[in-house]
């Protein structure tokens, strides 16, 4: 079945380093979207990308969408202690009657 | 404006028995989700409702799970009965439409001992 694999599973970085996960599915996606939960908490949405290359920032984040729309990236300039959880990314596909399918994430943890 | 609401957050049960978990979503939600998540993964998807209709629960087990949304607004999730490897948390979340952003509750977390 469709599959959207993120990598890497951790990361463990220094505050004021810079992170990015990276996020791959195993056929064309609709739109994705990106998904934060801070540790014992809920997935909070971030943005969605819909366009084939889009690319959006929200201050220190930057979000792209790939050309062939199999793939995304977030980035994350210079870490805060605040940034601390596990993003996800999650692939619409529209011909799978409109599922969301999570990758399983990036626990991303920050030394002050 | 009030988010999508869960209860209980908290469940233990022993296997074998019976469980319901309750949510109401954000009003004028159309589009209601269950989902699953077990620790370290991502939310893997139950069932979908657009309204009161159950349009894909493909990857819900009919044998023991069951959920309803009789008047397309607050939704129930039955397990019966519950298995060990149930134990996980159990997610609820709405959007206005199919592909727009989901809001997620807080949550159920399960403990089948």
């Known amino acids: 079945g469709q599959q959207v694999m993120q990598i890497p599973q951790y990361q463990h970085v220094q505050e004021g380093e810079d992170f990015t996960t990276y996020c791959n599915s195993s056929t064309t996606l609709s739109n994705i979207q990106w998904y934060k939960q801070r540790p014992g908490g809920h997935p909070v949405f971030l943005i969605q990308?819909?366009?084939?290359?889009e690319v959006k920032k929200q201050k220190r984040l930057t979000f792209q969408f790939g050309e062939a729309k199999k793939n995304s990236s977030l980035h994350i300039t210079a870490t805060q202690t605040t940034d601390v959880g596990t993003y996800f990314c999650?692939?619409?596909?529209?011909?799978?009657?409109?599922?969301?399918?999570f990758g399983q994430g990036t626990e991303l943890s920050v030394k002050p | 404006e009030a988010g999508v609401v869960q209860s209980p957050r908290y469940k233990i049960i022993e296997k074998k028995q019976p469980v319901a978990f309750w949510c109401n979503p954000i009003?004028?939600?159309?589009?209601l989700y269950w989902y699953l998540q077990n620790l370290g993964q991502g939310p893997e998807l139950l069932i979908r409702?657009?309204?009161?209709?159950?349009?894909?629960d493909s990857q819900l087990p009919k044998d023991r799970f069951s959920a309803e949304r009789l008047k397309g607004v607050d939704s129930t999730l039955k397990i019966q009965p519950a298995e060990l490897g149930d134990s996980a948390v159990y997610l609820c979340?709405?959007?206005?439409?199919?592909?727009?952003?989901?809001?997620f509750g807080p949550g159920t977390r399960l403990t089948v001992l």
């Open positions: 979340a709405s959007s206005l439409q199919l592909g727009n952003e989901q809001f």
């Open positions: 409702y657009e309204n009161e209709e159950a349009v894909d």
């Open positions: 990308l819909v366009k084939s290359g």
């Open positions: 999650a692939g619409l596909i529209y011909n799978q009657g409109g599922k969301l399918i």
């Open positions: 009003s004028g939600h159309n589009t």
